[in-house]
């Protein structure tokens, strides 16, 4: 069985290439899959200034190959593809990327889960540039700025609740004219003086990708159809994520959600298989957080096999 790979690491962003490192290290030859965005989310970031060991703060691409440099200098080998089809029923597991059949011993699923959001050619050009998904990353570069927050979940009520920390104002623009979120979160964000509403509205346009920043949004009114401009300075998207796991449908345990379940540390519900970031990670959703679980997975992954294969 000499075309079995010890692991096989699905996934090149921070919890991936963790995992990585610290496979390569045990001497495991990990192959990692890269995706069909390789280096995950933070390969749209622009800057990362809450990143352990970057006080100046770095650049999201910059910092991934860095991280991928690192697991290069150990061994770890890389294939740029996705997986198209998953096998965990039998062992070896299989693993089809692109017309590539591959078996491995074990597997580390790091494929994380993707941000929602509207679908507009404005919001893709200004990502990073004043469009984001997540607060806690991006907030503080909006200190004295006025943004909006789309959303009317609990995500949503977190978000601007946690801009109000920097921003002077924040506009909630939600579709329907009550809010989903539990009732606790609601009562928060409704009690904050910096928190402003727009209901039965949509955006349809985000300005102004010739300026490279955010200028202003373009709101239709849903119940009577009339549109109008908005001025702010940043829009932050808070209508949920999308765990990456469609591939795993039928092979391991999800959550109604879609995201992967883990049953002790980073086992999932197959032994051989773990997973790592923001793929099993509802609640933190961090680069260092996801980078912390790649670590976990990597000594489980490793303490089976030593287990397993001897």
Known sequence: ?????????????????????????????????????PGGQLATTTEVENFPGFPEGIQGPELMDR?????????????????????????PFEIDVDEKKLRARSVIVATGASAKYLGLPSEKALLGYGVSA?????????????LVVVGGGDSAMEEATFLT?????????HRRESLRASKIMQERALANPKIEWIWNSEIIDIRDPARKKVTGVRLKDLKNGQERDFRCDG????????PNTGFLKGQVELD??????????????????????DIHDVRYKQAVSAAGWGCMAALDCERYLVEHTG
Do not use: W
């Open 1 to 37: 069985m000499s075309d079995v790979e010890n692991v096989i690491i699905l996934g090149s962003g921070c919890a991936g290439l963790t995992a990585a490192v610290y496979c390569a290290r045990a001497e495991l030859a990990p192959l990692l899959i890269e995706g069909t965005q």
């Open 165 to 173: 920390r920097f921003a002077t104002k924040v506009t909630v623009v």
């Open 256 to 277: 109604e959600k879609g995201y992967l379940v883990l049953k002790k540390g980073t086992q999932t519900s197959v032994p051989g298989v773990f997973g790592c970031g």
């Open 235 to 242: 829009v932050f998207m808070a209508v949920g994520h999308q």
């Open 67 to 91: 991280m991928k440099k690192q697991a290069e200098r150990f061994g770890t080998r890389f294939l740029n593809g996705d997986a198209a089809r998953v096998d965990v029923t039998r062992r």
């Open 134 to 146: 997540c607060a806690t990353c991006d907030g503080f570069f909006f200190k004295g700025k006025e």
